[in-house]
């Protein structure tokens, strides 16, 4: 009986169902520690030569029950400095755009592919993506979003494996294991392209509403 009522609870869109207080409060201890160990192994993580250059790794931030975890590339020279992620001019545009589709940016969970600054802002490689990737499927895997939001074409390379045109592909809502995944534009890609602001915020908009 009482998994039928879970079944049907799940059919109408309740994911995740944390029954009492009690519980709820020992999830949110479970994740916390979970994340705040891979916050201890990116820290000291040589798994790829960002490392050399970092002022400190950067792991992601934000609602440890989120159901949109809006995915970047690597931390910029704001991020690497402050050790937290959209920081710096991006990340204000992006929390404004949150903020536009009636939502706090502390509503969501943010992360990069990269947990550590490219020298330069340079785009990291591919081997330098696949590299850290793994920390980034562990926090996919412990937030359970619903929906993932790709922001821009290294955050789509570093999860679909595959090359993309944001400008032709933004939009689009695809799979990757059990969650909704939509592709926008990176928010520094806005800051240089103003005319596309009015769609990128439609888009951050678009990516929450898939989730709710
Ligand atoms: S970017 Fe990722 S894989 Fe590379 S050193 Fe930093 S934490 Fe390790």
Do not use: W
């Not at 891979?38 to 950067?58: F, G, Y």
């Not at 792991?59 to 690597?74: P, S, T």
């Not at 943010?110 to 696949?130: H, L, V």
Request: hydrophobic letters at 35%; one cysteine or more.
């Amino acid at each position: 009986m009482v998994r039928e009522i879970l079944q049907i609870l799940r059919d109408i869109g309740f994911d995740e169902l944390i029954l009492e207080s009690e519980d709820f409060g020992r999830v949110k201890k479970e994740r916390l520690e979970k994340l705040e160990q891979i916050n201890r192994e990116i820290q000291v993580c040589t798994k790829c030569p960002l490392h050399k250059d970092r002022k400190q790794a950067v792991l992601g931030e934000g609602n440890l029950f989120a159901k949109v975890m809006f995915i970047g590339e690597a931390p910029g020279e704001e991020e690497d400095i402050q050790g937290r992620p959209f920081v710096g001019r991006a990340g204000q545009l992006l929390t404004k755009a949150i903020e536009n589709a009636g939502y706090k940016r502390e509503d969501f969970y943010i992360a990069n592919i990269n947990k550590c600054r490219p020298p330069g802002n340079r785009t990291p490689t591919i081997e330098e993506q696949e590299a850290c990737f793994p920390y980034l499927q562990r926090q996919i895997d412990i937030i359970n979003p619903k929906v993932l939001c790709l922001l821009g074409a290294t955050a789509y390379r570093g999860v679909m494996k595959q090359e993309v045109k944001i400008t032709k592909e933004r939009g689009k809502v695809l799979n990757y294991q059990d969650k909704l995944v939509y592709i926008t534009f990176h928010p520094s890609y806005v800051l240089r392209n103003q005319a596309v602001k009015d769609t990128f915020f439609e888009d951050i908009k678009k990516a929450i509403e898939l989730s709710l």
